[in-house]
Structures are given as structure tokens and as C-alpha cells.
Nanobody, 123 residues
Framework: QVQLVESGGGLVQAGGSLRLSCVAS????????MAWFRQAPGKEREFVGS????????IYADSVKGRFAISTDNGKSTVYLQMNSLKPEDTAVYYC????????????????WGQGTQVTVSS
């Protein structure tokens, strides 16, 4: 089994930055892809972006393109989400996910999930 633990969330003013981390532990960790999703109150879980574990190929939702960046440190089994130019509409619980054979935007194809970390952006 794989456990994912997110950290780095918090309260930030609009225009500010945060970096989220997601550390994987458990059995040998070598997913096909890692992703970040977010869920705001009363809304469905939304794809933010993903990265291939080997190769570092990334895709992003249009709403965050140019502001957010995903990276990995394979030696530390960690994936990061650097969030810049934050907006109040970015407020949500952010989740990381690992896919054994998938790295696209559909959340139902991911195999492991973290517990989430709250990001709140004030105006």
C-alpha cells in the first residue's frame, strides 16, 4: 500500500505564493503519474495538473496554466505544487494523487490519494 501526505497549505493574500508538498511512503513507489486536484466547498473535485514520474512531462488545467508548476524529487518520493499569483478562486482543499497507469485529468483513474491540505487565498 502507498500513503500520500500533503503539506504546505495555509492562508495567503491574493497575489502571494505557496508551495505544497506530497510525500509518498509505503511499498516501492514508482507510479506512472502524479497529480494535484482541488475541491472547493460545494464544488466537484477539479484537476489542477499532473506530471509523469519518469520524464517530468506536465499538463495543467487552463485555470492555473502559467501560475502553477508541478515538479518531483524522485529520490525523496515527493511531488510539489508551486502556486504563484494566487487568486481567491484558488481557495480549496488540495489533494495529491498517484496513478499506476495514468496521469490524465480524470480523478477516477488514480489509485492512491492523500488526505488533502487547505489553501485559503484572501482578497
Amino acid at each position: 500500500q502507498v500513503q500520500l501526505v500533503e503539506s504546505g497549505g495555509g492562508l495567503v493574500q491574493a497575489g502571494g505564493s505557496l508551495r505544497l508538498s506530497c510525500v509518498a511512503s509505503g511499498r516501492t513507489f514508482s507510479p506512472y503519474g502524479m497529480a494535484w486536484f482541488r475541491q472547493a466547498p460545494g464544488k466537484e473535485r477539479e484537476f489542477v495538473g499532473s506530471i509523469s514520474w519518469r520524464g517530468g512531462f506536465t499538463i495543467y488545467a487552463d485555470s492555473v496554466k502559467g501560475r502553477f508548476a508541478i515538479s518531483t524529487d524522485n529520490g525523496k518520493s515527493t511531488v510539489y505544487l508551486q502556486m504563484n499569483s494566487l487568486k481567491p478562486e484558488d481557495t480549496a482543499v488540495y489533494y495529491c494523487a498517484a496513478g499506476q497507469a495514468y496521469r490524465g485529468p480524470d480523478n477516477k483513474f488514480y489509485d492512491f490519494w492523500g488526505q488533502g491540505t487547505q489553501v485559503t487565498v484572501s482578497s
